[in-house]
């Protein structure tokens, strides 16, 4: 393992990744999927050490987008920038859908914020009450 032990990313997660981009009859060995797991910690590491620099050098406190995709093409891995646009506009995109449907609640609820917010309180109280007996 690593130097840094606490670092790790779900086996499920590496798993779906695999089972996803390979054909299904290839199998891995446990050793394998160890090393996979290193460099994709690694490689993450690097990217966020990257995109930290950047962001730094612009006097920013917070990595965004842009520091991220600069940090991708600073690593010599610039073919990669088309894709990761398009799936940060996807992401752009869902958030919006997000909102507008959280809106859309909040408006054919009928209610006001405090009103919603006491039939929150009180179902938590509800809730507490089933849990204790």
């Not at 981009?21 to 910690?41: M, R, S």
């Not at 996807?90 to 919603?116: D, Q």
């Given at each position: 393992?690593?130097e ?11 798993q779906?990744?695999?089972?996803e981009?390979?054909?299904a009859d290839?199998?891995f ?8 797991i290193e460099?994709?910690?690694n490689?993450i590491?690097?990217?966020a050490?990257?995109s930290?620099?950047i ?5 920013k406190?917070t990595i965004?987008t842009?520091?991220?995709i600069?940090a991708?093409?600073?690593l010599?891995?610039?073919?990669y920038?088309p894709?990761l646009?398009?799936f940060v506009e ?8 997000k909102?507008k449907r ?5 408006v054919?609820s009928?209610l006001?914020e405090e009103e ?6 009180e179902?938590?109280?509800?809730s507490?009450?089933?849990l204790?007996?």
């Amino acid at each position: 393992m690593s130097e840094n032990e606490d670092l790790s990313l779900p086996r499920a997660t590496v798993q779906k990744i695999l089972t996803e981009i390979l054909p299904a009859d290839v199998v891995f060995t446990k050793e394998t999927k160890e090393a996979l797991i290193e460099c994709c910690i690694n490689f993450i590491m690097i990217v966020a050490t990257e995109s930290n620099d950047i962001a730094e050098q612009d006097l920013k406190k917070t990595i965004s987008t842009d520091h991220v995709i600069r940090a991708i093409e600073s690593l010599g891995f610039g073919y990669y920038i088309p894709v990761l646009e398009e799936f940060v506009e996807s992401c752009r995109t869902n958030a919006k859908i997000k909102e507008k449907r959280k809106a859309s609640k909040f408006v054919k609820s009928g209610l006001t914020e405090e009103e919603l917010l006491a039939k929150q309180q009180e179902l938590f109280k509800a809730s507490r009450e089933r849990l204790n007996k």
